[in-house]
């Protein structure tokens, strides 16, 4: 990514060394907690949940940060009313986060995109660079969280992110839904999440079932409580169950965080019970003090396939 100092982002090329391990683990140490939210299987709601947990977070008081590392499929933007939003590049060519409800500083693919449609063509190579870019010449500032919303499966993007960040992540939060078929899948997140030795925060269980407002009855419409066989099978803290709600899908397609909009209702009260539970879990690590990283300027290099570079703009 290149522009002119203090300048707006576009989609363009740079003769750059690929980012340090260090360079970016320095650049990110001002950040308390790191979470990897991921499924293993797409369709289970990973993103909504990302968003959910840091509102939920911010709602507390926590100065939080996401990152939208789903580059083929970007909807953090989207979730959270950011859609049109544009990221820029401060004095030193770092770039600056878009700023979201609650103070939630952003960063995503889809604020680099021309239209709604245009689809990113990346092999393995530019994901890990794009990533290695938002994580490390980003300006984060400090931040008690962190979530990183990683796409479905486990490949390039998850491995850059366990990689590039090995012993700093706090953690992975595992989203599934409650069907067998979603088993199959997410469990092959939780093997990956011990392959590459990243701590396994718990497991959330999402659509886990819907109440009635009419009858008061709860049903289990895909299955019941297969998250909760998964965490006890593995060792694994059950973090809780989201259930169905249709005004989620409302929210989300006009672009107003569900989270805020429905606070009191139930869903939003099984949602914060949850991220209570993970604050609790990490209440010294954000309670304590980081260091604050010098300014170390890092260049960056990110070019969609098939377009021109559009000069010294």
Known sequence: MSSNQGGKIKVSVQKAGPLDTGEIA???????????????????GKS????????????RGYRVGILDADVYGPTIPKLLGLVGASLYLSEDEKIIPAVGPLGIKVVSMDFLLPTDDTAVIWRGPL?????KDFLGSVLWGELDALFIDLPPGTGDAPLTIAQTLANELTGSIIVTAPSDVSRRIVQKAIDFSRKVKVPI?????NMC??????SGKTYYIFGKLIGKEMADR???????MIPLDPRIGEANDLGEPFLMKYSTSDTAKAILSIVD???AMYKDKLEGKVEVPKKQPIKSLMKLPGEEEEGNE
Do not use: H, N
Not at 30 to 39: D, L
Not at 48 to 59: D, K, R
Not at 209 to 214: I, Q
């Open 48 to 59: 909504f949940v990302t968003a959910s947990l840091a509102l939920g977070f911010a709602m």
């Open 209 to 214: 079932c819907f109440y009635c407002p009419e």
């Open 201 to 205: 925060v718990g497991i959330i269980e």
């Open 26 to 44: 320095q650049a990110m140490k001002s950040i308390k907690t790191k979470f990897a939210i991921m499924s293993g299987k797409g369709g289970v």
């Open 127 to 131: 994901v890990d660079r794009a990533i």
């Open 277 to 279: 539970t993970v604050i």
């Open 234 to 240: 593995y060792g694994i803290p059950y973090l809780g």
